[in-house]
C-alpha cells in the first residue's frame, strides 16, 4: 500500500495530468498493466521492486509537470518521498531504473526516431531502443554511434560510459549527441549542445540521471555500407591466447583495427561448461577477414547457428542479443566492472580467478542433486587510444578517460540466475572474485565509479567530478536529481546507492 505522502502526490499528479498516464497495482486483475510495467525489466531483481505507481508520460510538457509537483514532496527534508526515472527498462544495476515505493516515471512512451540526413542528424525520443533506430537509419544508408543489443534503450546508453559498436572509430555513444533535450529540476525544459548550455551538454555526456530528464537526444550520423563478422565461439583453453592478442593490439596498435569492433568473453553455462567468444566485426562490407584480424579469428566456431557472414548492423546486434542473453526471459542480474590496464599477467590472472572460483561450484551443486541456473561471464573490451582521441574531436565527455593516460581494459563480470534463494551466493562469489583482482592490481587498478548502463553496467571510468558536481549546482542548485532519485551513481556520495 502506498505511504500517504506518496498518496498525496498521485493525487496531486492527477489533477493536472490524464487519468491513463498512471498504472497502479490492482491484485485482482491478471491483466493489471502495472504487473505488465514489471515483467518489462531485464533484471527480475529491478522489476520486482514494485514502486507505488508508474507514470507514463506521452511528452516532454508531461515530463515537464511531473518534475515541477513531485520537487517540493522529494525535497520536504525527511525523504518520504522518492522517484525512479526509466526508459528502456534495461540497465542492470539495482534500482538504477525502479523503486521499491515511490513513483517510476516510465519514459517508454515516448517515442520517435527523425532522420535528417540532409543535416547528418538523427532525432530519437528517450522511449526508443536501438534496434528501431539501426534499421530506421539503414533506409537512408546512415548508422549512428549506438549500442550492441537491439532491445538496450537508447537513453540509458547515451548518457554513460557505453561505448559504441565500433568504439575505436566513434568513441562512446554519448560522444556522438550533439544535442540533448532536457528536463531540469525547476521544469524547465531546455537544449543543451555546444553552443547552448554547453557545460551542462558535456556533463550529460557520461553523466547519467543526474542533472535532469533527457526527453530527446540529437545525434550525428554517417554513411554506413554492410559489415562483415560475427560471434566466434572456441574452447576455453584458449582464452589466455586471446588475451596475449587483446594486450599486443593494445600495446602496438595497428592502425588497420580502428575499424574493428573486438571484444573477449569467457562464458559458464549452467552446466558449468565454459567456452571463449569473441564478438568481432570490420566496419567494411568484406567477403573474408582481413589478415590482421587473424589473432581473433583463428578458430573454427563451435556455433552452428551464429553465421560470420556480410551483415547490416541491425542484424549484428539482434544476433549479440540472442547469444548473450535469452531473449524474453527475465533473470536475475549482477554486474561488476573494471577498469584496468592492458597487462597480459594481471587480466590472465584475473581470469584464472574467475573460473577457479566459479566452477567447482557446479560440481558442488550436482553432487548435492541441486537444479543450476546460474551462468558468468567475464568480457574484456579494449579501451583504445583511437577511441578516446575520437571523443576529444567529437567535444569530449564527463568520463574522464584520455588518450595520454594509454590505452585500457574495461573487464566485466556478469551473473544471470534464476532463484531468489542463489542471491546470496551469487553475490559472494562475485565479490570474492571482484576482491581478488583488485588486490592483484593493487595501485594499477583504475579509478572508477559504477554506472548504470541499459545492456551491461558500464563504468563511468575516473569522472572529472568537480566539473559535473558544478553541472549539478548550476542546473539543479536544490540537489532534486540527488535527493530525490537514489538510483545509480551519485555526484554527491560517489556511491551507487
Request: hydrophobic share 40%.
Amino acid at each position: 500500500m502506498a505511504s500517504t505522502v506518496t498518496n498525496a502526490v498521485i493525487n496531486a499528479l492527477k489533477q493536472v495530468l490524464p487519468t491513463e498516464r498512471f498504472h497502479l497495482p490492482a491484485p485482482d486483475d491478471p491483466y493489471c498493466e502495472f504487473d505488465s510495467m514489471n515483467d518489462t525489466y531485464r533484471s527480475r531483481i529491478n522489476g520486482l521492486l514494485e514502486p507505488d505507481c508508474y507514470f507514463m508520460p506521452e511528452n516532454k510538457e508531461d515530463v515537464a509537470t511531473f518534475v515541477r509537483i513531485v520537487k517540493p514532496y522529494a525535497l520536504d527534508g525527511e525523504g518520504r518521498f522518492c522517484f525512479a526515472i526509466a526508459s528502456g527498462s534495461r540497465q542492470l544495476a539495482r534500482g538504477c531504473n525502479n523503486i521499491k515505493n515511490g513513483i517510476t516515471i516510465h519514459l517508454g512512451n515516448l517515442l520517435g526516431v527523425e532522420v535528417d540526413s540532409a543535416n547528418d542528424i538523427v532525432r530519437v525520443a528517450a522511449g526508443e531502443l536501438w534496434g528501431k533506430v539501426y534499421n530506421k537509419l539503414r533506409e537512408y544508408g546512415l548508422a549512428a554511434a549506438g549500442g550492441f543489443s537491439d532491445v538496450s534503450g537508447v537513453a540509458g546508453t547515451a548518457l554513460q560510459g557505453t561505448p559504441a559498436f565500433f568504439p575505436s572509430q566513434e568513441g562512446f555513444i554519448c560522444d556522438s549527441v550533439i544535442n540533448y533535450e532536457v528536463v531540469l529540476a525547476s521544469g524547465e525544459i531546455v537544449n543543451a549542445n555546444a553552443e547552448e548550455n554547453a557545460d551542462l551538454w558535456k556533463a550529460l555526456r557520461g553523466g547519467g540521471n543526474n542533472l535532469g530528464i533527457v526527453t530527446r537526444f540529437d545525434m550525428r550520423t554517417y554513411k554506413q555500407e554492410t559489415i562483415f563478422g560475427g560471434i566466434i565461439s572456441y574452447s576455453a583453453v584458449n582464452f589466455e591466447l586471446q588475451i596475449e592478442a587483446l594486450v599486443a593490439q593494445l600495446i602496438n596498435p595497428n592502425p588497420a583495427l580502428d575499424k574493428a569492433r573486438i571484444m573477449i568473453t569467457s562464458c559458464i553455462d549452467t552446466h558449468g561448461k565454459e567456452i571463449g567468444l569473441n564478438h568481432v566485426y570490420v566496419n567494411e562490407p568484406a567477403s573474408e577477414w582481413p589478415r590482421e584480424m587473424n589473432p581473433f579469428v583463428q578458430f573454427s566456431s563451435m556455433m552452428e547457428d551464429v553465421e560470420i557472414r556480410q551483415q547490416t548492423l541491425a542484424m549484428a546486434v539482434e544476433e549479440v542479443d540472442h547469444t548473450y542473453m535469452a531473449r524474453g526471459v527475465q533473470d536475475r542480474y549482477l554486474c561488476i566492472n573494471m577498469i584496468l590496464p592492458p597487462d597480459y599477467e594481471l587480466l590472465s590472472r584475473a581470469w584464472n580467478e574467475y573460473s577457479r572460483t566459479l566452477i567447482p561450484v557446479y560440481e558442488q551443486r550436482r553432487r548435492s542433486g541441486l537444479r543450476n541456473t546460474m551462468r558468468f561471464s567475464m568480457s574484456l573490451q579494449p579501451y583504445t587510444r583511437s577511441m578516446m582521441e575520437s571523443s576529444a574531436r567529437k567535444g569530449g565527455n564527463s568520463l574522464g578517460f584520455n588518450a595520454a593516460r594509454g590505452p585500457l581494459v574495461c573487464m566485466r563480470l556478469l551473473a544471470g540466475w534464476s532463484n531468489v534463494i542463489d542471491d546470496g551466493m551469487v553475490m559472494s562469489m562475485l565479490e570474492n572474485v571482484t576482491r581478488s583482482i583488485k588486490r592483484y592490481a593493487g595501485g594499477n587498478l583504475r579509478p572508477f565509479v559504477e554506472g548504470s548502463h541499459s545492456e551491461y553496467d558500464a563504468s563511468i571510468g575516473h569522472p572529472d567530478l568537480e566539473d559535473l558536481r558544478d553541472a549539478s549546482i548550476k542546473y539543479d542548485p536544490d540537489r532534486l536529481f540527488q535527493i530525490g532519485v537514489p538510483g545509480g551513481y551519485k555526484l554527491t556520495t560517489g556511491n551507487q546507492l
